[in-house]
């Protein structure tokens, strides 16, 4: 008997395995090489899939899942640390880029309600590409990092809003206030639902499942949750999708949530597969072809107009001109969400197929250069704010710096430090406590204005200019700690004071040790890795567990540091100056044991009559009874059951005594 749907599903994911590994070659996004492949298959390329309609549940489902996972992983505690951000950014992307979109559409004889819906889709960016991209540079944490995680979950948070506004926004209704007014009662009841089972209900089922311990049963369970409730809200006349999000929502104020997580992962993977792919067919290739040149012009646009808004949003979140150029080159494109939307305005009637191919093709190509604008973006960034930057550094709104700063100019011999984070705290409370002077730049302004309330010293500004480092008096600092997340302003950074000053001694933490040799040749005096400072910190403590002495641990972690890191750089372990370290270990363990057995030759015994050193070679150095600890250990101690008694002796020997004490 033939599967129709088998061989469409064996076609699909074969032609995408050869597609994708074509695309990781040319170090294009995943989610690029699905939608090829949807274009490849589909009836506007070879024609290899026999019905698309089945290709389409898969991706409904792929949808569900995708929702459900945002649900899971939105946590009304992480977003009140990022509120601001997420709230004020957010919106202003999205809002202003609805508003100016629609507007044009609508000089363009598009009626307002498409026009506002078209804006829906060309606000939201790619989650999946830019965060990916974002942390493949080790930037997620870096402040326009921050900042484009913010908008981007706001836009993932407002995709299900924007599903419910659609249909009421194409005119189905004859009355919309009353349509308007039952959908927010339907959405209530949700609301009212979900709190309920996030409180009540969902934890008390997991907990009587996870105590099975049956991983199928758990699996099993989350799956009935995520879509029972995506087919509630489907017959309360919501959408899937919205029911799929509050599922998510349910289970993520539960302990379960990152079990369940790791567990509907692969799931969503293989079904949003089939949900790009289903896109990639509805992509009429010749369409684009035949009316390239507007689509090149729609996309340059769509490329300026998205990227403008979110470095203004950055702006009003008083960041750094060149910070906000970061932000805006990247979320310029049009994100997966869109696609998702897009399928609602289509049954809606608020999306023509012209238009939505028009949609699609300007889609495509601006998620196409996303990779290729992300990676050369600080050139540009550096650039444009070295062009367009204010004399002052100053922007709207942001903390004025005068009364921070009227005693700066008479600084010498202190210590500048550079970005305000853990590293950065950790310093300023060190320099305090030893009584340096200091002073902190700090390019979050909600950060600088908080602690100039508490009395630190920081200043509002970006480093990189020679402006504000002339400002703190840099040329007569001592020292300057460089502790961002930023390594490319970290680069210009450290090139600037050296334009400044040749004395002042630079410190800098990086992530990778990748980023050291360019910050030495810029003129670095230290550059202190994170990754290979906990490998050393990780070995410190292994060797005091050999019972080394601490002298030679500290000679040893300092030629490590001396050589830069090359022993632990070196691929092949081959020794450098820092392998000298002795490998003569002491053949000696420390062990505390608890004395459970009744054997009347060790229990009720002193330690002479018991012969402990003679019977297992191991010397009794301390006894812990009753919560209190014996140090003065003599030949007439005695062992009671219960005692824990502290032990050296060879690992061998230590282990034969274990072996004995613990013997009921």
């Excluded at 809003?161 to 959908?183: D, F, H, K, Q, T």
């Excluded at 979110?310 to 869109?338: C, D, H, K, N, W």
């Excluded at 001694?505 to 050291?516: C, G, N, P, S, Y």
């Amino acid at each position: 008997m033939e599967i129709p749907l088998l061989s469409d599903v064996v076609i699909i994911l074969g032609l995408a395995v050869v597609v994708i590994l074509l695309f990781q070659r040319f170090r294009l996004p995943t989610i690029l090489g699905f939608l090829m492949t949807g274009v490849i298959a589909g009836p506007h390329g070879l024609n290899l899939i026999a019905d698309v309609h089945d290709i389409e549940i898969l991706a409904e489902i792929g949808v569900i899942l995708l929702l459900f996972i945002i649900g899971m992983e939105f946590s009304l505690r992480n977003l009140a640390l990022i509120k601001r951000t997420v709230l004020l950014g957010g919106a202003t992307q999205v809002l202003v880029t609805i508003l100016l979109v629609g507007l044009v559409l609508m000089m363009f004889n598009f009626s307002a309600a498409e026009g506002f819906f078209v804006g829906f889709l060309f606000a939201l960016s790619s989650t999946a590409i830019v965060l990916k991209l974002l942390q493949d540079k080790g930037e997620i944490n870096s402040p326009h990092g921050k900042v484009v995680l913010g908008i981007l979950i706001f836009q993932d948070i407002v995709v299900v809003p924007m599903m419910l506004v659609a249909p009421l926004m194409a005119g189905g209704s004859e009355n919309i206030v009353v349509e308007l007014l039952l959908m927010v009662l339907k959405g209530a009841f949700v609301i009212v639902f979900v709190l309920i089972s996030a409180r009540y209900l969902v934890p008390k089922l997991l907990f009587i499942v996870a105590q099975t311990k049956s991983k199928e049963l758990f699996i099993l369970s989350i799956v009935v949750i995520c879509f029972a409730v995506a087919w509630l809200t489907q017959s309360l006349g919501l959408s899937l999708a919205l029911g799929a999000f509050m599922a998510g929502l349910i289970i993520s104020e539960s302990e379960y949530s990152h079990q369940a997580t790791s567990n509907i992962l692969p799931f969503r993977e293989i079904f949003t597969s089939f949900f790009f792919v289903s896109i990639g067919m509805l992509l009429d290739f010749g369409f684009m072809l035949q009316h390239l040149p507007l689509i090149l012009l729609l996309t340059v646009c769509t490329f300026i107009l998205k990227g403008v808004i979110a470095a203004m949003a950055a702006r009003i979140l008083q960041y750094p001109l060149r910070t906000s150029i970061l932000v805006g080159l990247s979320l310029f494109q049009v994100g997966e969400f869109a696609f998702i939307l897009s399928k609602t305005g289509i049954n809606s009637g608020l999306l023509s197929q012209e238009v939505y191919q028009y949609f699609l093709s300007v889609s495509l190509l601006t998620m196409a250069i996303t990779p290729f604008v992300i990676g050369s973006f600080h050139t540009i960034a550096n650039k444009l704010s070295a062009r367009w930057v204010p004399v002052n550094n100053q922007i709207p709104n942001a903390p004025a710096n005068a009364d921070a700063s009227d005693d700066m100019h008479h600084l010498e011999d202190h210590i500048v430090i550079i970005g305000y984070g853990i590293n950065g705290r950790n310093v300023a409370k060190a320099a305090r406590h030893a009584s340096i002077p200091y002073v902190i730049v700090e390019l979050n302004a909600v950060t600088v204005k908080e602690e100039r309330l508490r009395g630190e010293p920081i200043l509002y500004g970006d480093a990189v200019h020679g402006v504000i480092l002339s400002h703190i008096n840099i040329h007569k600092a001592r020292v300057v700690v460089i502790a961002i997340s930023d390594p490319e302003a970290t680069k210009r950074i450290i090139s600037s004071i050296r334009e400044v000053s040749d004395k002042v001694h630079i410190i800098v933490r990086t992530r990778f040790v990748q980023e050291m040799e360019e910050n030495f040749r810029l003129g670095a005096d230290e550059v202190i890795p994170e990754e290979f400072e906990t490998s050393i910190e990780i070995f410190t403590r292994v060797l005091s567990k050999y019972l080394m002495p601490r002298d030679e641990i500290a000679n040893f972690t300092y030629s490590i540091r001396a050589d830069n890191y090359d022993m632990l750089r070196s691929l092949t372990g081959s020794k450098t100056n820092a392998g000298n370290i002795s490998t003569d270990l002491p053949d000696i363990e420390v062990a505390s044991l608890r004395i459970y057995t009744k054997d009347d030759s060790l229990v009720g015994k002193t330690l002479i009559e018991a012969d402990v050193r003679n019977r297992f070679g191991i010397t009794v150095v301390g006894i812990k009874r009753d919560g209190d600890t014996l140090l003065e250990i003599n030949a007439q101690t005695k062992l009671k059951r219960g005692d824990v008694v502290y032990v050296v002796g060879k690992p061998s020997d230590v282990m034969r005594f274990n072996n004995f004490v613990r013997a009921d």
